[in-house]
């Protein structure tokens, strides 16, 4: 019964079933190389292009809520709205204009740090409320986290090494 396992026709090892295979292993790598050979000089994908992606779903999400519940006509700029995230993505992945589109992605990656440490800071503030404050520095507009200790203190900025005063109730 174990001789019948090993030996029969569908116990091919890996290598002589992908020379069977109509897409083979060869033909995977040429089509690889053709792929690297298309792409070579070209941009290729990045921060914005994933945000655009992800956006693109979550529009088309939106809209296929919205035809569902028959609001076709608030369906269509969703659509619309993907569909130009999805070809813009497009554009910017095959675009041979490199500097631009690192560019483009610099200028929307100091957005995203913005949002994100904005966000941050308040989960941060949040966090620490009972054991510290966040002051701003008047000079460099720095925040800077102070342990909570009742009473009028002098602070040195970090950033600035400029000194101020700060009450803490």
């Known amino acids: 019964m174990f001789s019948s396992i090993i030996f029969s026709p569908f116990c091919t090892p890996i290598n002589e079933k992908a020379k069977e295979m109509p897409f083979g292993r060869e033909k ?16 290729g994908s990045d921060d914005l292009n994933r945000f655009l992606i992800f956006a693109a779903l979550a529009l088309m999400l939106l809209g296929s809520l919205c035809t569902l ?8 700029p969703f659509n619309l709205l993907e569909w130009a995230a999805v ?23 100091a957005v995203k740090n913005r949002i994100v440490g904005f966000f941050k800071l308040r989960r941060a503030m949040f966090k620490d ?25 002098t602070v040195k900025c970090i950033r600035c090494a400029h000194r101020f005063e700060v009450d803490v109730k």
């Open 129 to 153: 409320r009972k054991t510290h404050i966040y002051k701003t520095c008047p000079n460099c507009k720095s925040v800077l986290r102070l342990p909570r200790r009742p009473g009028h203190h």
């Open 69 to 76: 519940f028959g609001l076709w006509w608030l369906a269509l």
């Open 87 to 109: 070809i813009w993505a497009l554009y910017r992945m095959f675009s041979k204009k490199i500097y631009v589109r690192m560019g483009e992605n610099r200028k929307f990656l």
């Open 28 to 43: 995977q790598m040429k089509f690889i190389e053709k792929l690297r050979r298309f792409m070579q000089g070209r941009y």
